[in-house]
């Protein structure tokens, strides 16, 4: 969290991980450049610039469109999330090295516009074996060129989250746009059977990710709490909240988090201000709900940011009978406090 | 995320993992059954059959064919430097009875297209599409 709007939030973290990100990168390319030198002596640097690029931003999407579902899977994959824009900005800077010596190897040396050439020079737009491909590259890449853009926190607080978050799912039209791309371009240009198994892998690695991860989520939508009195749902018992942390229960659509911390049991939003993060999967770090995307924080019983920080979520109703928990899902205006229900000896069982 | 991302998002990727996975195998299965390897300089090691020799333009085409394996090669040297000029090289033969893109004739003196012989025939035709003076010619090659 920050008060105020930096270029680049570095910390300890972010170094270490764009360090390994960018030798990563560096590494890549260089043993690319040698076993091709070796393979294809003849080839020239433009080439294999544009192949080691190529092949490195495809690589870098997968791992990018990765992340999300397997975060949701598992908590053990939150790190990365923490770091997943510097990740796709960088890999938007490694496909514009290729799309831009693409242009130039390609379409610079005509007498038209290069731009223009992309467009014009391969008009088969109703042959699948002939198909303009660079067309499909150039709008993924205009795609790429928006999310990294509009990565930076400035963007995400104007544009208002549930906006932002709309507008990065663009990445799964760009991701189609490109699969689509290699498949009409490099796959039947070099009739390489290993290339159309290895993008077949990727695809379907990446389709069965994101529709376990949806399934588990709706799964966890899908839970009834039937039993109810007065507006008050059973949620579940005291002991099944960790301390320090949240149980997440689905009530009229809407999640909501039920803290346990300090003998007190408070309810808010599950859904993060910053960037729609699930603040159930967080926990208490020095009095506050932590954010376990990015560590946005919120005092538990009012749903406030810790000044000077404004962010509010909806609070909630919490009664503790018997050992059991009770919610009622008619929150609260935002930031409105709340009595946290208090969690007595007998209440443990 | 919010309720309807979620829901947003498990209809999105219901859709992406049918045609995704659909369109990787149907564009590989459309994949032209020529295939052609263009080397950008005359380092290729040539055909020793030296079958067809025609002189056209600015160009000295020669047929040359293997006789180890199933192929034939284009040997296309250009007479004299033309800057700026590029010119589209298509293929036709008896077998793929169309017009086929094979590459691009580049600055280089001599430039190599290795094709199958599977899949073209005798006679070929090369048609040369000059874009710079909009002008084309078609070539018998026996």
New interface residues.
């Given amino acids: 969290m920050s008060v105020s709007y930096v270029a680049i939030g570095w910390n300890a973290h972010k170094k270490v991980y764009d360090s390994i990100l960018w030798g990563f990168i560096l590494l890549y390319i260089t043993l690319f450049c040698m076993v091709n030198l070796l393979l294809y002596p ?1 080839v ?1 640097q433009e080439t294999i610039i544009i192949r080691s690029t190529s092949t490195l931003a495809f690589l870098l999407l997968h791992i990018i469109l990765c992340i999300g579902p397997l975060c949701r899977l598992n908590n053990a994959f939150l790190p990365l999330l923490y770091n997943r824009r510097h990740l796709g900005v960088s890999m938007f800077c490694v496909a514009s090295v290729h799309g831009v010596f693409s242009i130039i190897q390609f379409h610079s ?3 038209i516009n290069p731009v223009l050439s992309v467009f014009t020079s391969n008009t088969d737009y109703f042959s ?3 198909f303009p491909f660079q067309v499909l590259g150039f709008f993924a890449l205009l795609i790429l060129m928006m999310m990294a853009v509009t990565s930076h926190d400035f963007w995400l607080n104007n544009l208002s989250p ?1 906006i932002w ?2 507008l990065h ?1 663009m990445v ?1 039209v760009a ?2 746009l490109i ?2 791309h290699v ?2 371009g490099v ?2 240009l070099e ?1 390489s059977l290993i290339y ?1 198994v290895l ?2 892998t990727g ?2 690695l990446i ?2 990710l ?2 376990a991860a ?2 588990k ?2 799964r966890t ?1 899908a839970v009834i709490y039937k039993t109810e009195e007065e507006g008050f749902h059973l949620i579940c018992s005291i002991d099944e909240i960790p301390d320090d942390r949240a149980i997440t229960a ?1 009530l009229e ?3 909501i988090a039920v803290f346990k911390y300090d003998g007190k049991v408070s309810a808010v939003s599950n ?1 993060c201000k910053h960037q ?1 993060g ?1 603040l159930g999967e967080g926990k208490i770090i020095d009095g506050c709900i932590t954010c376990p995307w990015h560590g946005y924080q919120y005092k538990p019983a009012d749903g406030r940011a810790p000044a000077p920080f404004k962010e509010k979520l909806k609070t909630f109703e919490v009664r503790i009978i018997n050992n059991k928990v009770w919610l009622n899902p008619k929150g609260f205006e935002e930031g409105t406090f709340v009595e946290p229900a208090l969690v007595r000896m007998k209440d443990h069982a | 995320m919010i309720y309807k991302l979620r829901k947003n998002h498990l209809f999105i990727w219901k859709i992406l993992a049918v045609i995704l996975p659909l369109l990787v195998v149907v564009s590989y299965l459309v994949t032209p059954a020529f295939p052609i390897i263009a080397e950008t300089n005359a380092n290729k090691k040539l055909f020793p059959v030296l079958a067809s020799v025609q002189e056209t333009g600015n160009y000295i085409i020669n047929l040359r064919l293997s006789a180890a394996t199933a192929e034939m090669q284009l040997e296309i040297t250009r007479k004299e430097y033309a800057d700026h000029e590029t010119v589209l090289l298509y293929i036709n033969s008896d077998v793929v009875n169309e017009w086929q893109l094979i590459g691009t004739l580049s600055n280089d003196s001599v430039q190599v297209f290795t094709l199958s012989m599977k899949h073209h025939n005798f006679p070929v035709q090369l048609k040369m599409v000059n874009l710079l003076h909009k002008e084309q010619e078609i070539i018998t090659l026996n």
């Fill in positions: 003849d020239t040396l005509g007498n699948l074996s002939r549930r978050k709309s799912m799964y991701y189609a699969v689509t498949m009409l796959v039947q009739h159309f993008v077949l695809v379907i389709s069965a994101h529709l949806a399934y989520e709706k939508d689905c659509k809407e999640r859904v729609n699930p």
